[in-house]
């Protein structure tokens, strides 16, 4: 029987990328025959009290010998010492989103914590999945990851009905993605204040609860910028709501500092959006040359640059535009990450029997 269990921290439902993916994952093995049993192992991770992780490794290890375990990387990388008890009894397949330790805003000291936490529990892993190829390359180089064990499996990307744009004088910006310091909005607003004489409005969709001090600084900078009537910070949208966003959208942009692939610059793609972003990590890999404009992560200046060319000049739009849509037709969908995901766990089953 295909049968794996798929261990992750918090709610299944949090709406992040890294979330998406494992669900769309999880449905994508149901619907290829997998008996795939859930295993929440609590709340507060990256960061979980004692008394979580103790509960986290219970819960681990009285799991019958022999069981396949796919484990998300948010909280595998802390839970180092249970990684260790479950890898002497059954096969953890590790699901590596984007490595902890390269998370922004966080100190140099917590960061060489995840490091080492996370390259402890790498160590027992018996395999590895990355969401994108940039990922598997850190995991190798900083992680003292063996490459032979490492695969990747891209985030699947719904074909989708492409943008029609928001027919106005004043160009639609759409950004999507949780309010956290890794996103970058900080750069985006300082880099559209020199813009403020272009006619432009800028709508951002994402979770406002994931930081404590990201969407305070971001209301701070609207306001302070005199942005309040051209910025709309809408929170988490549906899946209604967000399919607008996209069709009324002329522009994509998100300056994050850091992906391990970048699910919405693919769901921008999918529509033809011209798409503006950044360098950091996965992302050259999403956005391919002539789909979008990239920028070193954290350049404000060169955010700047690209934000003011894109919106003064229709035919560049035009022209980063059909890139996009030919870089959509080369993206896999859900259905054939969820069958690659699959294959792999198949072949770490027969290698355990």
């Known amino acids: ?21 494992d669900r769309r994952i999880i449905e994508g093995l149901q619907t290829l025959g997998w008996q795939v049993e859930l295993l929440s192992l609590g709340d ?24 396949l375990i796919v484990m998300d990387g948010l909280a595998l990388g802390v839970l180092p010492e249970a990684v260790a008890q479950c890898a002497k009894h059954y096969p953890v397949i590790a699901l590596i989103h984007h490595p902890l330790a390269f998370e922004a805003g966080i100190s140099p000291e917590q960061a060489e914590v995840f490091r080492k936490t996370e390259t402890q529990a790498l160590r027992h892993a018996k395999y590895v999945i990355t969401t994108g190829p940039a990922t598997a390359r850190d995991l190798v180089k900083h992680f003292d990851v063996n490459p032979d064990v490492i695969d990747v499996v891209c985030p699947g990307t719904a074909r989708a009905p492409l943008a029609t744009g928001s027919g106005s004088d004043a160009l639609h ?20 204040q020199p813009l403020a004489d272009l006619p432009w409005t800028l709508s951002i969709a994402g979770d406002l609860s994931r930081d404590a001090h990201a969407p ?16 709309r910070l809408l929170g988490v949208v549906d899946d209604v709501q967000l399919d607008s966003l996209y069709q009324t959208a002329d522009v994509f942009v998100l300056a994050s500092l850091f992906e391990g692939y970048g699910m919405a610059y693919a769901e921008a793609l999918a529509r033809g959006l011209p798409v503006i972003g950044t360098t950091g990590g996965a992302i050259p890999d999403t956005v391919p040359a002539g789909a979008g404009l990239l920028v070193p992560p954290g350049d404000v200046a060169s955010l ?7 919106i003064q000049d ?27 995901f699959g294959d792999i766990l198949s072949r770490q089953a027969i290698l355990t029997r």
Request: with cysteine; proline share 6%; glycine share 8%.
């Open 1 to 21: 029987m295909k049968r794996v269990i798929f261990a992750y921290p918090g709610e299944l439902d949090t709406p992040t990328g890294g979330y998406i993916y």
């Open 44 to 67: 507060g991770f990256p960061y979980p009290s004692q008394r979580t992780c103790d509960e986290a490794a219970e819960r681990l290890t009285s799991i019958a010998p022999g069981t």
């Open 173 to 192: 910006l759409l950004s999507v993605g949780s309010v956290t310091p890794r996103k970058g909005f900080d750069v985006l607003l300082a880099a559209l």
């Open 216 to 231: 305070v600084q971001l209301k701070q900078d609207i306001a302070r910028f005199g942005f309040e009537s051209r910025v």
């Open 304 to 310: 700047t640059q690209v934000l003011r060319s894109v």
């Open 314 to 340: 229709s035919a560049l739009r035009a022209t980063l535009s059909q890139g996009a849509k030919k870089a959509a037709a080369l993206q896999p969908t859900w259905e054939a990450s969820a069958k690659r």
